[in-house]
């Protein structure tokens, strides 16, 4: 079959001897907090260990390398409505691949999304069937990576949706389109789902996030004001307290001051390094160490990714942006995500009381399920937040299954 080209003309990715240079000095004059008695993380992450990962990133760690990588991918900016956006784009292998695009949350960056990428663009290659090749881009959200600077105040991801939709359809010329997300760009995608249901084949999430998670008066509360029932047998009750630390902390800071702390974040790389170090290790299913998921190598790239961007606040205020300017439903429609949608669910991320078993059972059950045109929930005994990177294996299989038989 025959493709149009892309519309768009390829940008490779390159920092700049003088930022590298800049990061180095700043590394090398790191003033340490003094951190007594933290060996255990009980106060977040311990000096000792971001020391060793800061001399590593100040001595050894080579961007150069990083940027390679990323330049093997076609890399792409473009404006929509005024608005800067990168787009990594692989093309799709198979016979007939259908677009679709990809959005990763926060603290993520392009990164975390390359094995679903490339899986799900060249399926043969992983043992898959070619017919179900997709063309993926990655859109990064605004204020984020390389999708900087960002040019908009207001920006969330009910607004991020519509520059999405109009970069698809109008600015790449798709009639109809795919769409996939997880942590924040779950939202981004479900709100493309919400208001764009005729013009997607289907999405398929990696968190199912319902869309008014930011209304109300305490938005930085997960849970609602609600406390723990009297009573709650031991072992429930630290799941519960476990799970609440675990996402408490880095909602309420960004959705009431992710300035503050962004104006401290942007000024210290060591700093900016702890902030985003302690979710990718609490967030993740890495048995102890997050080096069981990414190398030091691989925690420094995505780290990189946003010093050398200068994009940790911007990204931040996605947050507060989402609870200062809520969402509104467009129609009254039950569900209100009308388009099919696939979940795909991690062992890391079950909640208190529920086993990868009942994951399912318990989430088509629960309150969320009502939100969505449920087509294929899946539930994997492991896997954290980042599912797109810790079992893209299962990912991918997922979401060709969620749109098997809808790319017509």
Known sequence: ???????????????????????????????????????????????????????????????RAAEKRLNEYENYFAEVD????????????????????????????????????????????????????????????PGSGFSTPVSRPDLNVWKIADLWHKLMTETLGYEKYAAAGSDMGALVTEQLGHKYPDELYAIHLGSSIPLTMFNGDRPWDLTGGAPIPEGTPGELREQILTWQKRFVAHVAVHVLDSSTIGHGLTDSPAGMLAWVLERWTNWSDNDGSVENVWTKDEILTNATIFWVTNSISTSMRLYAN????????????????????????VGFENPPGVTTKNRVKDFLHGPKAKWFNHVNPQAHPRGGHFGTWEVPDEWADDARRTFRGRTK
């Open 322 to 345: 989402a609870a200062r300017y809520p969402w509104q439903p467009l129609h009254d429609l039950a569900p209100a995500v009308q388009a099919p949608t696939g979940i795909t669910f």
């Open 82 to 141: 005024g608005v800067k956006i990168h787009l990594l784009r692989k093309p799709g292998t198979g016979p007939d691949p259908k677009p679709l695009i990809l959005t990763g949350g926060w603290p993520w960056v392009v990164t975390h999304l390359l094995p679903v990428v490339d899986r799900l663009a060249d399926p043969a290659a992983f043992g898959a069937d070619p017919a179900e090749s997709f063309d993926v881009i990655v859109a990064t959200m």
């Open 1 to 63: 079959m025959t493709t149009k080209p892309f519309p768009l003309t390829p940008t490779e990715i390159h920092i700049s001897d003088e930022v590298l240079a800049d990061l180095r000095a700043r590394l090398a004059n790191t003033r340490w907090a003094d951190d007594l008695g933290n060996e255990d993380w009980f106060y977040g992450v311990p000096r000792t260990y971001l020391q060793e990962l800061v001399d590593y990133w100040r001595d050894e760690y080579d961007w």
